[in-house]
């Protein structure tokens, strides 16, 4: 997420690097928040973890820390415009359309449908970085949904009428037990 590139002197190197376009999503069982993510990389192999950079002007960033879970998916080339009327504002379950967002067994967190790849988490720590989080989540679900190619972030280009930053997602369910290790999250 670049939403504060323009102060940031080495942003000219950051855009040589090729990523993936993510949409990361969280819920605490009362409000739930989806943004799009490019600083996303696995951490550790055993057990599987996720590393997530989130900006804390983002709701996400509160949401997450209360909720203790986040989603993962990696978005395919064909989703460039479900992702542009997301980020122009269609941030309902009907705005973006029947079928588009399942919902996490293991985490509840809503997740794009068919994107190619969907990760659950369970947060196991964060350490505030100043402007962002950086999470660190066990991952319990790790989904190959499609096997096509995947959106890079370095060509989408601009998005005419983008509001950042996002203020939530309008469809909250009941939320699965937190649980790590196979014992409660305390």
Request: aromatic content about 10%; hydrophobic content about 35%.
């Amino acid at each position: 997420m670049d939403t504060g590139a323009k102060f940031d002197w080495t942003e000219e190197v950051y855009d040589y690097r090729r990523r993936g376009t993510y949409i990361i999503s969280v819920s605490d069982g009362e409000r739930s928040h989806m943004h799009g993510g490019c600083w996303v990389s696995p951490v550790s192999h055993k057990p599987p973890r996720m590393g997530v950079a989130m900006p804390k002007e983002m709701e996400g960033s509160r949401i997450v820390v209360r909720g203790r879970r986040f989603g993962l998916s990696l978005l395919a080339e064909d989703q460039r415009d479900l992702m542009t009327r997301f980020f122009q504002g269609a941030q309902t379950p009907a705005a973006l359309g029947e079928g588009e967002i399942t919902y996490g067994v293991q985490t509840g967190v809503p997740l794009w449908s068919n994107a190619v790849t969907q990760f659950e988490c369970w947060l196991e720590q964060y350490v505030d970085l100043g402007d962002f989080l950086w999470l660190i989540g066990k991952t319990v679900s790790a989904t190959l949904s499609r096997p096509v190619a995947d959106m890079l972030a370095n060509d989408i280009g601009p998005i005419p009428k983008t509001r950042v930053p996002f203020r939530g997602y309008d469809d909250v369910r009941l939320l699965p037990d937190p649980v790590l290790d196979g014992a409660p999250m305390g």
